[in-house]
């Protein structure tokens, strides 16, 4: 199954409710869910993927070239790279 992480860093898959996945590693998300399945499936095989990144978005209003929405293109990437974009 296909699951979107919340705002609130949370995905909800069946059978195991509402986990936390914010700031997890692909594998240890792959690990904790994992183990939250054995409660319920006997050696659960569990696939953990990123599928796309939606990063939250800057608006940049000073006086740049390009002012605009600007998406956050990775996780940790600073304003001046934003700014930097907007030129």
């Known amino acids: 199954a296909e699951h979107t992480v919340s705002p609130r860093g949370t995905i909800s898959p069946s059978l195991v409710g509402e986990k936390k996945v914010e700031g997890l590693t692909i594998a240890d998300a792959k690990e904790m869910l994992r183990e939250a399945y054995t409660t319920y499936v ?3 095989q569990v696939r953990v ?4 990144y939606r990063g939250h978005q800057v608006s940049i ?3 740049v070239e390009r ?3 600007y998406p ?8 001046t790279e934003v700014l930097s ?3």
């Open 42 to 44: 006997k050696n659960p």
């Open 85 to 87: 974009r907007a030129g």
């Open 72 to 79: 956050r293109q990775r996780s940790g990437e600073l304003l």
């Open 49 to 52: 993927s990123v599928k796309e």
């Open 67 to 69: 002012p605009g929405m």
């Open 61 to 63: 209003i000073v006086a």
